[in-house]
């Protein structure tokens, strides 16, 4: 699944190639009529202001004061030539050649929706994201207030996109392992100094995996059809059953949530006792 590092490198493909230009068709393909790819009629005619980010959606500001906003779910790919199948959204854009904007979606969990600006009822994981990790507003004392009270184990409660935006299952358990934190630990046992290490190990992940532009498993593409270069360099997402590269301790991996989730059972141990957590909140 598309997290923050693909999106954002699909974002800075996308930016100069569509900024400017006016949506002169929009509307679905092989897409059943539905809240997921919806109101894309009232985008003909508005330009792209630009090609923005939050999360993992794409926000396109239009110029009549709509929002096309863009999520990629498990499987969407963005082309500028129509797919061979599972099309489900095209957009033609004007210009001296006019350009297409295609929406594939295979497994159909991606949302392409025009929205009146900043309205976001309708997209309620986007009304209630957490802060940027890259923004100065997320801060080790920001992450550690949106987790101390649950009981959750600290991997449920990234993935949730609350205490930080961007994260899904390959870069939750790549910034736990750099942070040295156990995935099922709940939040409300994480201290302030093993959230600074989160919050850390966060930035650098994602910052890491932007200059690769991103992760490629099975399905993610750029615009351009290229593959993210990150894969290679992950220490922990997939490599359960070989040895830790910090410890050589062989590497697990558990359910949590229903995510496979990959840890190392020595770097990242659960603390023995609440007592010794002076941050905790009874
Ligand atoms: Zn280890």
């Known amino acids: 699944m598309p997290e923050l590092p693909e999106v954002e490198t699909v974002r800075r493909e996308l930016a100069p190639w569509l900024t400017g230009r006016r949506i002169l068709s929009a509307g679905r393909v092989a897409a059943p009529v539905g809240p ?32 096309l906003v863009i999520h990629l779910g498990m499987t969407g790919v963005l082309s500028p030539e129509p797919p061979p199948d599972h099309e489900r959204v095209r957009l033609v854009l004007d210009g001296d050649e006019p350009r297409t904007l295609s929406f594939r979606d295979p497994r159909r969990f991606g949302r392409c929706v025009v929205v009146p600006r900043g309205d976001y009822r309708t997209l309620p ?34 993935l949730s ?65 290229d593959v993210g270069a990150f894969g290679q360099r992950l220490d922990v997402y997939g490599h359960d059953g070989e040895p830790c590269r910090r410890c050589r301790r062989t590497l697990e991996r558990i359910v949590v949530g229903a995510r496979g989730t990959h840890f190392c059972p020595r770097c990242q141990r659960m603390p023995r006792s609440r007592a010794r957590h002076s941050s905790e909140v009874s």
């Open 36 to 67: 997921k790819y919806a109101r894309l009629e009232r985008a003909v005619g508005q330009r792209i202001v630009a090609v923005l980010r939050r999360g993992k959606f794409l926000i396109l500001p239009l110029s009549g004061g709509d929002e």
């Open 161 to 225: 996109q609350r205490p930080v935006a961007g994260l899904g299952n390959i870069y939750v358990d790549e910034a736990l392992w750099r942070a040295r934190v156990h995935p099922l630990l709940p939040g409300r046992r994480l201290s302030l100094e093993a959230a600074a290490r989160v919050h850390r190990a966060t930035v650098e992940v994602l910052t890491a995996a932007i200059a690769a532009r991103g992760t490629t498993l099975r399905d993610y593409r750029t615009v351009n059809g």
């Open 125 to 158: 994981t986007l009304a209630a994201l957490g802060p940027e990790p890259l923004d100065s507003s997320f801060t080790p004392a920001a992450l550690l207030a949106s987790v101390v009270r649950s009981r959750a184990p600290l991997k449920q409660l990234l």
